[in-house]
């Protein structure tokens, strides 16, 4: 039976940040996972906090963690750490982001011509936060044959003041269609097939070429901004980035679209190349069903399953980071009852008539999300009387109780920022690894092809 | 402006209406057709969909009974392509009382309704998923029937013979003098506007609302609504109409109906045809009912709940029929209740009626069709143009049981596997998917969009069942709303003499139907009512309605479902940033979702 330092179950954000601060925190680090998780269909971006009435990211988390119950109330202060360990594995893979806590949350467009506020952005979208000027214009770039970006009605939804909510705004805004080589007579392209093509320098050329071609003729005397649906490259997009940069000469930034989401998935392979270089042995497929008890009912590792065959793993420490609804972390029942199916764990959780509000679009969000799992200030799973539920156990992300993330654009930074407490709490329950860098240590001799996850 | 004069005004495009504006048009009248939305939004858009065998009504009230036998063999020939041939299964499960089958069998036999007994094993084989442990089973011919494409396919028919109908126009109010009706307001909803018609003859056929339009004339018409909530699993379980061989009551039919499975109802009274909600409990009743039928029914996903009021007409002591009058006497508490002037209506047939409302009420030109059952609308419509015929003095006899609908391919009924035959022809000229639950084509919807542009993606729903699958919406409509948004934006131009009109299909050019002589102009391109808002309505319309339907069962897969859709919408697209308070239009109230 494998056996490590610290167990993390859950690739999301969450998940790929315990992992990731474990390791370089010295720990030996197993990370599985189900399946993929929000990354795969979230818009690429990290969302720290920009509830109602606050303009940057550290306003709206220290707003946030004043709440009584909210998980910002126990995490803020990991958030800069994390955010930093995040940010320096994604410019390691080629994947700059830009603005930290301090950026105002900018409204940039979205590809049903509404907007967001975002406030950390990958490179290939920071120039949509950049203050509109005067005289500057936007234009929406649309390729034919693609079904899940419509620039016309995008440029026509952005032309007008409703979506930008008294944010300054473009001038002007027109389309244009580009028709890419080769997809004539292609159908139902997703964005992953063109992401994959941008990705072929032989196909990327010519594409680039009409871009630049389509874009010209409408540079008029003011400046101009591009926008392109995004799927300029997936595993060579830096590459795709500055051969865009070159052909342009102007500024440009992609709209995220609807799953698969091209700019998560490259957030997502840029975190676990992280993990690869810092030796993590991660697992994508292995379904957690149970966990691995000592004598006295402590939590110590995952009953997982792959290839239909058990496949226990033993930790010194274990970190659940499974998510809420959406990726089944917790789990509603038709008779009312939230469930935390892995380890059985008390979940908090409103009365079952109460758990959506009449609207999708209710401004206060839905009372159901705020369900999860209560911890007490270790992240330690406690139940309703604050009594410790479990032990050997800690929570990260979407499963922690007390956010409406959606609402609150929360759901990214406190995914980092417990994230980053677990680990440094787990380590310090780890033989060898009291001290918690900010940074990687000195990697220590490999322990075999899958990492020295694998002793 | 002289208000153009019409033969005949028929209020409401459910099912009956829409069968009735056919009927009308094939004997030569003038007619017009309204419905304050689209078409089919009342009870024929909110109930199973099952075309009825008759074999539900034999014991009880053997009237309805032969009717829908009658109707199930007409609609099966002249409406075919709106009906799946699914045939239906009775069974006789342990909790079902063991001497009603007896009893069925013979009043099957009785009212003519084909009905043939099977093994129980046999009827396992056809149907695997059924308990095990069925003590009989009847082989009945119920089937499966698409209201939105029936109401279509007589709309059609009603245009190629000279029809009118127009969705989103509501009947505002009657003109009277001298006992007739010599003027009709009517309101485009979208636009506000309004214009008169002078029609010869006004038929209500408003369902729920028949009441409130009868009241625009000065008539009363009491109707007991009854609502029924149904749920919609993402499979189906059987693909045949199966029911429970007992006394009808809740939950008693389970009909596969294109690539999802309807179980319901419950039958609670309500007050008010456009506020009722669907109850925590109602939907545990139903779960219930469901995995006595099929065992595995409450581990399957519900997709969504939704539910219709059936409008049962309550008559006057004076309008009973004998036969109807004997049936209160028999029953202890009914009788009593007559006796002291009062009707229980749980006591009266469900057939349906048409009131003249000439001797009736002294309103010469006005009939009512009140009652009735989605399989017995042709039916219905026949009897009612029957008599509106004769005030007329049409000597036209009806023909809609004879001349089947659909055109050239007409003959045939719909099958599981018609939309993927049809995406896999070679070349697949409109094959981009925009809806892959339910195989929705981009041509589906340009074709939709051609003709009843501006609309609501919740009418291209009805129209193409855009949304209606398992991810109820999460991935079409953003696509759906992007071709919405390329109408408004880039073709609004060619857009603004249509307005949102059913026109006819089939002629050298398309003939537009919904010119009315002082109709309002339609608006400016822009952001008015066509354009960019016009997109934010839809989208958000949309959504608000799924979710509409989804809430009452949000467990499970469906509440993973919802929770991955509202992170894509909020999170990734930001629509709440189009959410302006007041904004959505053509919105059915709390309560109202639909299939």
Redesign the interface.
């Known amino acids: 039976m494998p056996s490590c330092d610290v167990l993390v179950a859950g690739a999301g954000l969450a998940g790929l940040t315990t992992a990731l601060a474990a390791a370089d925190g010295g720990a030996s680090v197993w990370l599985v996972a189900k399946g993929h998780a929000a990354t795969h269909w979230s818009h690429g971006g990290l969302d720290l906090a920009a509830p109602p009435g606050t303009v940057g990211g550290g306003e709206g988390v220290a707003l946030l963690a004043r709440r009584p119950g909210h998980p910002y109330e126990i995490v803020a202060e990991d958030l800069p750490a994390g955010l930093a360990r995040v940010r320096r594995a994604l410019d390691a893979a080629g994947l700059a982001y830009e603005g930290d806590l301090a950026s105002p949350h900018g409204r940039i467009p979205t590809a049903v011509g509404a907007t967001r506020p975002a406030g950390v952005l990958p490179g290939a979208q920071a120039a949509a936060r950049a203050p509109w000027r005067p005289g500057e214009g936007l234009l929406v770039v649309g390729f034919e044959r693609f079904r899940d970006f419509a620039a016309p009605a995008v440029a026509a939804s952005l032309a007008r003041p409703l979506p930008w909510a008294g944010a300054p705004r473009p001038e002007r805004v027109t389309a244009v269609g580009v028709t890419l080589p080769g997809l004539a007579e292609r159908r139902n392209l997703d964005g992953l097939d063109l992401a994959r093509a941008f990705d072929d320098p032989s196909w990327r050329g010519p594409a680039l070429d009409a871009i630049a071609r389509a874009v010209e003729p409408h540079r008029g005397d003011g400046e101009l901004r591009v926008a392109f649906p995004a799927v300029l490259g997936l595993a060579d997009h830096p590459a795709v980035a500055a051969a865009l940069d070159a052909r342009l000469g102007g500024p440009w930034f992609e709209i995220p679209l609807v799953p698969p989401s091209v700019p998560g998935l490259r957030l997502y392979e840029a975190m676990v190349a992280a993990l690869r270089a810092a030796r993590v042995a991660v697992q994508v497929g292995f379904a957690v069903s149970a966990a691995i008890r000592t004598p006295d009912g402590r939590v110590a590792g995952l009953a997982t399953a792959a290839a239909g065959r058990p496949f226990p793993i033993r930790a010194g420490q274990v970190v659940l980071a499974t998510g809420g609804f959406a990726s089944g972390g917790l789990v509603a029942t038709a008779d009312g009852r939230v469930e935390e199916p892995i380890l059985g764990l008390p979940v908090e959780a409103p009365p079952q008539p109460a758990w959506l509000a009449p609207s999708m679009f209710d401004p206060a969000g839905h009372p159901l999300e705020a369900a999860g799992i209560r911890t007490d200030r270790k992240l330690r799973p406690v139940g309703p009387t604050g009594e410790r539920a479990e032990r050997g156990v800690r929570i990260a992300g979407a499963l922690l109780a007390g956010a409406r993330a959606l609402r609150e654009r929360s759901g990214d930074g406190i995914a980092i920022a417990s994230g980053e407490r677990a680990a440094r709490l787990a380590l310090a329950r780890t033989v060898g690894a009291l001290a918690v860098p900010s940074g990687p240590v000195a990697a220590g001799p490999a322990a075999g092809p899958e990492g020295r996850g694998a002793r | 402006m002289t208000p153009r004069v019409l033969d005949v005004l028929v209020v409401g495009g459910g099912a009956t209406g829409a069968a009735l504006l056919r009927d009308l048009s094939m004997r030569g009248a003038r007619c017009l057709l309204v419905d304050k939305g689209d078409f089919g939004t009342g009870t024929s858009g909110r109930n199973h969909g099952l075309l009825h065998s008759g074999a539900r009504y034999v014991v009880k009230d053997e009237i309805s009974a032969l009717q829908c036998a009658r109707e199930n063999a007409v609609l099966s020939r002249v409406a075919a392509p709106a009906i799946e041939p699914t045939g239906g299964l009775f069974v006789a499960t342990p909790d079902d009382p063991p001497d009603y089958a007896d009893g069925f069998a013979a009043a099957c036999a009785r009212a003519g309704v084909a009905c043939r007994e099977i093994e129980p094993a046999e009827a396992l084989r056809r149907e695997p998923a059924l308990r095990p442990d069925l003590r009989r089973a009847f082989a009945v011919s119920d089937g499966a029937i698409d209201p939105w494409a029936l109401i279509e396919l007589n709309l059609r028919s009603a245009v190629h013979y000279g029809g009118e109908a127009l969705a989103y126009h509501r009947l505002v109010g009657l003109q009277l003098a001298n006992g007739r009706i010599v003027g009709a307001e009517l309101a485009d909803v979208r636009s506000g506007s309004t214009f008169r018609v002078a029609p010869r003859m006004v038929v209500n056929a408003a369902g729920p609302w028949a009441g409130r339009v009868a009241a625009l004339a000065g008539a009363e018409v009491t109707l007991t609504l009854g609502k029924g909530a149904l749920i919609v699993l993402d499979r189906r379980p059987v693909d045949s109409v199966v029911a429970r061989c007992h006394p009808p009551s809740d939950g008693d039919a389970l009909v596969p109906v294109h690539t999802v499975a309807i179980l319901g109802t419950s039958s609670v009274t309500v007050h008010d045809p456009d506020r009722y909600a669907i109850s ?1 409990a109602e939907i ?1 009743h139903l ?1 219930a009912l469901g995995d006595q039928l099929v065992p595995s029914f ?1 581990a399957s996903r519900v997709l969504r709940a939704y539910a219709g009021v059936r409008p049962l007409y309550l008559p006057r002591l004076d309008e009973l029929q004998p036969r109807e009058r004997a049936g209160l006497a028999a029953d202890p508490a009914a009788a009593e209740a007559l006796a002291a002037g009062r009707i229980d209506s749980r006591r009266l047939t469900r057939a349906h009626r048409v009131l003249d409302h000439g001797p009736r009420d002294g309103i010469a030109n006005l009939v009512s069709i009140v009652g009735g059952k989605l399989t017995t609308c042709r039916l219905m419509a026949e009897e009612t143009a029957d008599t509106v015929a004769a005030k007329l003095g049409l000597g036209t006899p009806c023909r809609t049981a004879d001349e089947p609908m659909g055109g050239a391919d007409g003959g045939r009924p719909y099958w599981l596997g018609h939309r993927l035959a049809e995406r896999e022809v070679a070349g ?1 000229g409109d ?4 809806c892959e639950c339910e195989l929705v084509s ?1 041509g589906d919807i340009e074709r939709f969009l051609d003709e009843r542009w501006p609309c609501s993606l919740d009418d291209l729903r009805r129209g193409t069942r855009l949304g209606m699958g398992p991810c109820q919406g999460a ?1 079409c409509t ?2 759906a ?6 109408r ?3 073709r609004a131009a060619t857009a603004t003499g249509e307005r949102g009109l059913l026109v006819a299909a089939g002629g050298p050019s398309p003939v537009e139907i919904g010119r009315v002589a002082d109709g309002p102009e339609p608006p400016e391109p822009g ?1 008015g009512p066509i ?3 016009l ?2 309505a839809a ?2 319309g949309f ?2 309605e799924r ?2 339907g989804v ?1 009452p069962v ?3 897969r469906q ?2 479902e ?3 859709e ?15 308070d007041g904004q959505r239009p053509c919105l059915p109230e ?1 309560g109202r979702a639909e299939l």
């Not at chain 2, 094959?431 to 925009?434: G, K, N, P, Q, S």
């Not at chain 2, 709303?481 to 390329?486: D, F, I, T």
């Open positions: 925590p545990a779960m409450s697949g094959a981009d998917l925009v981009a991935f953003f696509r709303a992007a071709r919405v948004g390329e408004a934006g880039g952001d354009g960019p808002a997109v934010d989208l958000v959504l608000e979710f509409r809430r949000a467990w499970g509440l993973q919802a929770w991955f509202a992170g894509v919408y909020l999170g990734v697209l930001g629509v709440d940033a189009l959410v302006v709390d």
